[in-house]
């Protein structure tokens, strides 16, 4: 019996142990393959941390059926206390890309040597430490929110690599892993949390995230937390209605478009008076307009040619005649006053 039980004890430890084992193998493992090289990374500002304990997770990209796109960097909460970060990377072998999962673990395991900046310049973590169950920046690496955050303190980091490369293997970053990276990765780990995962997701709905779209320059770089604010890479807020590639498109062709109907019709509020007369409808109209309101002020102007040729001759024979019989009178008068004088005399 207690063999038995002894038997079933040692069966219970391998199968745990193989558990384990084959979880780590699955997390440092490549996931899957592409043929094409990820885009360099993009140059961003670091937002400031939002509260205490989180932890700095640096932009990856992260690809699919339409290609690369960009997951922001984003501030999260470890799943437990004392774990680090080991972000993911790309590795080049035998003519394929293949991605390397990121995961949680005691310490900072092998990221490819690629430089994300922000206390990941190729091996380990600069961006503060663990002391107890509370989490203290490095403020010379990492932004965070002093009037939040108090734990802090300053300690620069070497940088020697400049490379802004994203994966590993010719043409990009070569590094091996060291002896601390190697012994991080047979630790035990825990994958990225619910959040991270639902936050790579998010990037993936957004058009405005895939490297066709924005040429490897991503509108929003960066999240101060998952599903929280987004920052563009020079850390102002991001738009919160991002545009497709197709809305793009639409918007430059109306911006065309009223281009053109402005300058024509500013070409003919200015083109030479010929041209306007060479329209005889409007004339037409004009002249109609004229005609059916005859108690305007101004009837006279609107009166047809035949009427106003009319009264102007009956008028001037008028005068004439006027002008004719008025000499005659004159001269009757004058003869009558000369008989009067004569018959005096």
């Known amino acids: 019996m207690r ?91 035998n ?12 310490h900072v395991g092998y990221y490819g040597g690629v430089n994300y900046g922000h206390g990941y310049y190729g091996s380990g973590f600069h961006g503060g430490r663990w002391e107890g169950e509370h989490f203290r920046y490095n403020t010379a690496v990492v932004n965070v929110n002093r009037t939040v955050i108090h734990r802090t303190y300053a300690e620069r980091a070497e940088v020697n690599n400049n490379n802004r490369a994203s994966y590993n293997g010719p043409g990009g970053v070569n590094t091996r892993p060291n002896r601390q990276e190697a012994a991080a990765m047979r630790e035990r780990h825990d994958p990225p949390t619910r959040e991270q995962s639902s936050h790579q997701q998010g990037a993936r709905r957004d058009p405005n995230q895939f490297a ?24 102002q807020h991001a738009s919160t209605r991002p545009e497709t590639a197709r809305n793009q498109q639409n918007n430059n062709r109306s911006e065309r478009q009223t281009r053109t109907m402005n300058t024509s019709n500013s070409n003919h509020s200015t083109q030479p008076s010929q041209h306007r007369d060479a ?10 307009t004229r005609t059916v309101h005859p108690t305007n002020n101004n009837n006279r102007t609107a009166q047809p040619s035949s009427q106003r040729n009319a009264n102007p001759s009956n008028s001037g024979r008028e005068q004439r005649a006027h002008k004719v019989n008025q000499p005659n009178n004159n001269n009757r008068a004058v003869q009558s006053s000369q008989n009067q004088q004569g018959q005096r005399r």
């Open 3 to 93: 063999t038995i039980k002894y038997f079933s004890i040692i069966f219970f430890c391998l199968l745990a142990m193989s558990v384990v084992s084959s979880k780590t193998y699955a997390q440092v493992s490549v996931e899957f393959t592409v043929r094409v090289a990820p885009p360099p990374l993009p140059f961003y500002t670091q937002p400031p941390c939002p509260v205490d304990d989180y932890l700095w997770t640096p932009g990856y990209w992260a690809y699919s059926d339409d290609g690369y796109y960009w997951v922001p960097g984003v501030w999260v909460r470890p799943p437990h206390y004392g774990f680090f970060w080991t972000p993911c990377y790309w590795g080049f072998n």
């Open 279 to 288: 329209t005889p409808a409007n004339n037409r109209t004009q002249q109609q």
């Open 212 to 235: 066709k779209v924005n040429r490897g320059r991503p509108s929003k770089a960066t999240m101060n937390r998952v599903d929280g604010q987004g920052y563009d890479p020079r850390g």
């Open 95 to 106: 003519g394929y890309y293949g991605f390397h999962s990121g995961y949680w673990g005691p």
